[in-house]
Nanobody, 125 residues
Framework: RLVESGGGSVQAGGSLRLSCVAS????????MGWFRQAPGKEREFVAG????????VYRDSVKGRFTMTRDTVQNTVYLQMSGLKPEDTAVYYC????????????????????WGQGTQVTVSS
């Protein structure tokens, strides 16, 4: 089970930190990812960390602004978002890929078997 928290409303340029707590299995068993879905748009990959923890991948539009980390003791992954823009407004989802290779991060929705319920992020201009 994946449970996200930390969403909210901020002004452009602001920051938020999203958390995703996993229960049932250690996050080291999974490739962990963050996705987002804006109204009327398809769900898109934001960031992911490999099973080994040594490879973190970001979509181009968030590079340099978002940082994904994981805490294997707390069994939690985080998405630190800074320099937020109105186009970052979306529901953000945490996801887990149980079948990915150790050091590889896949960026397609269909690669992830487990999903959280989502947390809303709204950025106003």
């Amino acid at each position: 089970r994946l449970v996200e928290s930390g969403g909210g409303s901020v002004q452009a340029g602001g920051s938020l930190r999203l958390s995703c707590v996993a229960s049932g299995r250690t996050i080291r068993s999974f490739v962990m990812g963050w996705f987002r879905q804006a109204p009327g748009k398809e769900r898109e990959f934001v960031a992911g960390v490999s099973r080994s923890g040594d490879n973190t991948v970001y979509r181009d539009s968030v590079k340099g602004r978002f940082t994904m980390t994981r805490d294997t003791v707390q069994n939690t992954v985080y998405l630190q978002m800074s320099g937020l823009k109105p186009e970052d407004t979306a529901v953000y989802y945490c996801a887990a890929d149980a079948t990915g290779l150790t050091s590889r991060v896949r960026n397609t929705v269909g690669s992830y078997e487990y999903w959280g319920q989502g947390t809303q992020v709204t950025v106003s201009s």
